[in-house]
């Protein structure tokens, strides 16, 4: 048997399912309600691409479905959408899922959007300035829209919506505003075609079946009945799919190679301070952003220490080297020497902001899985009813709903990921968010935490001392540059009996040691301690905690391989394009953009083998990470001042600090 021709045919079908059944869950607007039913249509914007019309009955449709679903925002699909938009819609959108992932990417087809006024007045979104944008920035703005209205963002098929005259094809900036790679997707394009054909000429009849599957795709999955897409020109399409492919993709290769006309002035200028920024910075080198060199252990003091690993920054490929010395007698590892402050800011700059925000941005959308886990495992210690107090709670529908913590802390995080996520597991707690960037509070006006504290953790511990019954650290403290201080702020701000979660890269992993200086939990420059577990157990049991639930399996992250691939192509080929890169020939522009492409199958295996790797950590209960709920026990009453209040133990120095 061919198995290529097997695979693509099983591989086909599989795709040619799962897009039909999108198709068919993809929502319908109502026709236009009567007149003693008219929605209230106050309120509420609807944005249309240039070319693109909307009677007022569509308008008044959407609001009405809108409000019936409780939705703020509405991506409108044209009915008579051409089949390759609609089948590039539906591999980004599962329209069953999509409304309630509050971390999923907004999509949009380009055409029309209904928004809420008061998200677009939350978000700083001019409607006006928006009326008769090109497509491309109409699917960005539903990108920034979904920000904002998480878990009320929606798409239906408008029968009344007009796609204007002509085709529209999805050129590279429709691609880039899907945050896709357009040139590496045309030649994924192409290379399929080529692959398609190939088999059809040389593997006989399998192979004729697999070019037959993917020509018939758009037929199989939009015809028949029961589907509210129905192009006009389906038939049409359908025939010319493959000559029709290949010419979208070498259009869409050509658009991605030409420079970018129609960059935003404002954008370029920010790019050329950035690079003004970035040379100032390094023509005064990178020595000075490392203090001396530390002769014993953080964590117990012994002077017993060994090189683990010597690595450049294999993140951004920001000039400097960077050392991780181990304890012989503790096994603690951290950096020596360490960033100062100084560096810090240097080589965080542009990582989780700027530059690489929306890179940040789109992995950590992708955890939702991980993010619902790190939460749920509070499940068998937070009692029934714990935030039904809430002031601003609703009433619940059952007891299990009502069951959870009032108040929560999420320490160090960012956007407020975790804490957008963890609303579907406990849906009447209280999120707040700290952390040193901007970000958090962005996340604040999103409305991902209730409140964002910017700045050091344990300059907030007096302030906000006892308030909170939950404290949350997911892959934090390894960022910072005194893990106890931060133990002693959350023994601080935390309530007797409160709970705190921690989650840290596992530096006795095996994987550490086969991967050597390519091994992602490393994250050199970020990470300045890798602490083990046992020493974890000690620090918390020093400032009064309790240890309740320890995970390893269950925490790992199944990125080993691929963040290896990824570490020695930043190694081998760094990308030339960024700010702080120096000016490089054609050649070997062209050389490093060689290596990145030769890169993607190792990518792909290395997701395979991450899979496999994955399955046999969690059942073996052993990974690159490791999760603790500890709950800090109340204080014991003074004997000689009788029975009182509960109140916090004082902190005290764990590990031998």
């Known amino acids: 048997m061919p198995w290529t021709s097997a695979l693509l045919v099983a591989a086909l079908g599989a795709g040619t399912a799962r897009a039909r059944r999108r198709a068919r869950a993809v929502p319908v607007l109502p026709g236009a309600p009567s007149v003693a039913a008219l929605p209230r249509a106050a309120g509420w914007r609807l944005l249309t691409a240039r070319g693109t019309g909307a009677d007022g009955a569509t308008f008044l449709s959407a609001c009405a479905h809108a409000e019936r679903e409780g939705l703020r925002v509405l991506d409108l699909i044209p009915a008579d959408l051409g089949a390759e938009s609609v089948l590039g819609l539906l591999r980004l959108l599962d329209p069953a899922s999509y409304p309630g992932d509050r971390l999923a990417r907004g999509r949009g087809a380009g055409y029309a959007v209904l928004v809420a006024e008061e998200v677009l007045a939350r978000a700083g979104i001019d409607p006006e300035a928006w009326e008769g944008a090109d497509p491309a920035r109409l699917i960005t703005l539903v990108h920034t829209l979904k920000e904002y209205a998480a878990d009320a963002t929606g798409t239906a098929v408008a029968p009344g919506l007009s796609c204007g005259p002509g085709p529209r094809r999805a050129g590279a900036a429709e691609l880039r505003a899907h945050g896709l790679p357009p040139g590496p997707l045309a030649a994924a394009q192409v290379a399929g075609l080529a692959l398609l054909t190939g088999v059809a000429l040389r593997q006989g009849a399998w192979g004729r079946v697999a070019a037959g599957l993917y020509w018939l795709q758009p037929y199989a999955i939009l015809g028949g009945p029961g589907g509210a897409l129905r192009p006009a020109s389906l038939v049409r399409d359908t025939a010319a799919r493959p000559l029709r492919s290949l010419g979208a993709a070498l259009r869409t290769a050509a658009a991605a190679a030409a420079p970018d006309t129609a960059a935003d002035p404002a954008e370029a200028a920010r790019e050329r301070e950035r690079r003004e920024r970035y040379r100032a910075d390094l023509a005064a080198g990178t020595d000075r952003f490392l203090e001396p060199r530390r002769a014993d252990c953080p964590w117990c003091g012994s002077g017993s220490l060994a090189v683990r690993v010597t690595v450049p920054d294999l993140l951004q490929g920001k000039p400097g080297r960077f050392t991780l010395d181990e304890c012989g007698e503790c096994g603690h590892v951290f950096q020596n020497p360490r960033l100062t402050v100084e560096g810090l800011e240097f080589y965080y700059r542009d990582f989780y902001d700027g530059e690489g925000g929306e890179g940040a941005g789109a992995v950590f959308g992708r955890m939702g899985a991980t993010y619902r886990a790190r939460a749920a495992l509070l499940r068998p210690y937070v009692a029934p009813g714990a935030a039904a107090d809430r002031a601003d709670a609703a009433p619940a529908p059952d007891a299990a709903q009502a069951a959870g913590p009032g108040s929560w802390l999420d320490v160090g995080t960012g956007h407020g990921h975790f804490c957008n996520a963890a609303r579907s597991v406990w849906p009447r707690t ?22 964002g504290f910017q700045g050091q953790f344990p300059d907030f511990a007096a302030k906000l001392a006892g308030q909170y019954e939950v404290v949350s650290m997911y892959h934090y403290l390894e960022h910072t540059r005194d893990p106890f201080a931060e133990l002693d702020a959350a023994a601080a701000v935390l309530a007797p009996g409160g709970l705190l979660a ?37 620090a918390l049991a020093d400032r009064g905690f309790t240890v309740l639930a320890e995970e390893h399996g269950p925490a790992h992250q199944g990125n080993d391989f691929f963040g290896a691939v990824a570490l020695t192509v930043t190694r081998l080929a760094p990308d030339p394009g960024r700010p702080w890169a120096p000016a490089l020939p054609p050649l070997r522009r062209a050389v490093r953009h060689a290596v990145r492409t030769a890169a993607l199958p190792c990518f792909a295996g290395a997701a395979v083998l991450d899979a496999l790797r994955s399955a046999a950590a969690r059942r073996a209960d052993g990974g690159n990470a490791y999760r603790m709920l500890a709950r800090k026990e109340p204080a014991a009453p003074d004997p000689g001042q009788g029975p009182g209040p509960d109140t916090a133990p004082p902190a005290t120095p764990g590990g031998g600090r």
């Open 430 to 451: 209280r999120f707040d968010g700290l952390d040193m960037g901007d970000g958090v509070r962005e996340a604040e006006r999103r409305g991902w935490v209730d409140t």
């Open 502 to 538: 921690i989650e840290l890269p596992d530096p006795g992993s095996r994987m550490g040691r086969l991967l050597g200086s390519a091994w992602l939990p490393w994250f050199q420059p970020q990470h300045q301690h890798l602490i083990p577990a046992a020493n974890l157990r000690g």
